[in-house]
């Protein structure tokens, strides 16, 4: 019934519980909270880290979780919905369907990349602002678009289109 109030346990009292004044209560050293078995649990192994640990499965349910962290995930990410990014660095491969083919990938804004883009069927370039959408190049002055025979590039709704043709034999 005071501030600092504290229940040891333990032949030894090596767990305590502390009453921390108008805050909560304080685990000692780096004991851990166990659910179910001793492979569930939470603990601070240091003063700068805290460890959630399961079994299987951390389930979060609520409307918004909210990180404020870099993440780092070493194993599969999986999301069901929108995923929105205000900045998204790839330094891999991207596969969104579980083949080599990508469905759909909407971008809304610059996109700038160091290696080659190869798209296998149709690349729609749009832009509803004021100025036009562009593809440039400003490497490599060898490096460029490249065609296959009878691939198209329209321009302005169609209005303006390059065909290009197999080179003559």
Same mark, same amino acid.
């Given at each position: 019934?005071?501030?600092?109030?504290?229940?040891s346990?333990?032949?030894?009292?090596?767990?305590?519980?502390?009453?921390?004044?108008?805050?909560?209560?304080l685990?000692?050293? &780096?004991? /851990?909270?166990?659910?179910? @078995?001793? %492979?569930?649990? +939470?603990?601070?192994p240091?003063? !700068?880290? $805290? *460890?959630?640990?399961?079994?299987?499965?951390?389930?979060?349910?609520?409307?918004?979780v909210?990180?404020?962290?870099?993440?780092?995930?070493?194993?599969?990410?999986?999301?069901?919905? &929108?995923? /929105?990014?205000?900045s998204? @660095?790839? %330094?891999?491969? +991207?596969?969104?369907?579980?083949? !080599?083919? $990508? *469905?759909i990938?909407?971008?809304?804004?610059?996109?700038?990349?160091?290696?080659?883009?190869?798209?296998?069927?149709?690349?729609?370039?749009?832009?509803?602002?004021?100025?036009?959408?562009?593809?440039?190049?400003?490497g490599?002055?060898?490096?460029?678009?490249?065609?296959?025979?009878?691939?198209?590039?329209?321009?302005?709704?169609?209005?303006?289109?390059?065909?290009?043709?197999?080179?003559?034999?």
């Amino acid at each position: 019934q005071h501030h600092g109030a504290i229940l040891s346990f333990g032949a030894n009292d090596e767990v305590s519980l502390t009453h921390v004044h108008n805050t909560g209560i304080l685990l000692n050293s &780096t004991n /851990v909270i166990q659910f179910n @078995d001793a %492979s569930q649990f +939470i603990n601070a192994p240091s003063n !700068a880290i $805290l *460890d959630i640990n399961a079994t299987d499965e951390i389930e979060l349910n609520a409307t918004l979780v909210d990180v404020n962290a870099n993440l780092d995930v070493s194993g599969t990410v999986t999301a069901t919905g &929108t995923s /929105v990014f205000a900045s998204l @660095d790839i %330094s891999g491969d +991207i596969d969104v369907d579980g083949t !080599a083919n $990508l *469905d759909i990938v909407d971008i809304d804004g610059a996109v700038d990349m160091a290696s080659t883009l190869t798209v296998a069927g149709q690349a729609t370039f749009a832009d509803g602002s004021a100025g036009a959408p562009s593809i440039s190049n400003t490497g490599d002055v060898n490096a460029g678009l490249f065609f296959s025979a009878a691939d198209v590039m329209s321009f302005s709704a169609g209005a303006v289109s390059y065909t290009h043709l197999r080179a003559h034999e």
